[in-house]
Nanobody, 131 residues
Framework: QVQLVESGGGLVNPGGSLRLSCVAS????????IAWFRQAPGKEREGVAC????????LLTDSVKGRFTTSRDSAKNTAYLQMDNLRPEDSGVYTC????????????????????????WGQGTQVTVSS
């Protein structure tokens, strides 16, 4: 069973940095596209980034370009979201997701709003940017 566990969230001042981790279990993450989403209170969930499998391209939503980067460590079966120059509007619950049910699970074609029924989500980690 596919499992994803996020960590790394916390409280940070504006302009600060955090690195989120998403550890995958029971499947080789390096071959899968993995996406990051966030949801602020009272707002809809939005896609933040998607990193293609097999060293595929990364998609970033416009508001985080130049500030957020993605990476993965295949040996640790872990994906990362490095967030720099954080802003208050970046606050929210951040969740990682993969879509093993998609024929194109290795691409970001299902991102941000076409996750199949077999899509898997982590439990989320809270990011709060505030002074």
């Amino acid at each position: 069973q596919v499992q994803l566990v996020e960590s790394g969230g916390g409280l940070v001042n504006p302009g600060g940095s955090l690195r989120l981790s998403c550890v995958a279990s029971d499947f080789p993450l390096e071959y899968y596209a993995i996406a990051w989403f966030r949801q602020a209170p009272g707002k809809e969930r939005e896609g933040v980034a998607c990193m293609g499998g097999n060293n595929g391209p990364t998609l970033l939503t416009d508001s985080v370009k130049g500030r957020f980067t993605t990476s993965r460590d295949s040996a640790k079966n872990t994906a990362y979201l490095q967030m720099d120059n954080l802003r208050p509007e970046d606050s929210g619950v951040y969740t990682c997701a993969v879509d093993p049910g998609s024929d194109y699970y290795y691409t970001c074609s299902w991102y941000p709003d076409s996750l199949s029924r077999e899509g898997s989500w982590g439990q989320g980690t809270q990011v709060t940017v505030s002074s």
